[in-house]
Nanobody
């Protein structure tokens, strides 16, 4: 399994931007499809964005489409989530996730085999 460590969360005001980072170690990063999920208090973890192994196929949840951008730097073993125009309803713990290859394009929690510890994002109104 690849090990994942997120960073970049914090407290911001509505309309601000944040960039989350997730550094991978332990395996060949470019072999992994990467994704971001988030979890609201008392809710199930939900999909935010997905990026294929080579970084050209992206898919977003409708709630973040046009505001969030997922990207990766395979040379740095890092996936990013650029979050713009943040809203109070974006407040959640954000998790980085990985699975091997691009064959399984599903965005379910169970389809991803490796997870980070999460980073808190809080957006005040």
């Amino acid at each position: 399994q690849v090990q994942l460590v997120e960073s970049g969360g914090g407290l911001v005001q509505a309309g601000a931007s944040l960039r989350l980072s997730c550094v991978a170690s332990g395996r060949t990063f470019s072999d992994y499809m990467m994704a971001w999920f988030r979890q609201f208090p008392g809710k199930e973890r939900e999909f935010v964005a997905r990026l294929n192994t080579r970084g050209f196929s992206k898919y977003y949840a409708p709630s973040v489409q046009g505001r969030f951008t997922i990207s990766r730097d395979n040379a740095k073993n890092t996936v990013y989530l650029e979050m713009n125009n943040l809203k109070p309803e974006d407040t959640a713990v954000y998790y980085c996730a990985a699975k091997t290859g691009d064959d399984d394009m599903s965005i379910t929690v169970s389809s991803f085999s490796s997870w980070g510890q999460g980073t808190q994002v809080t957006v005040s109104s």
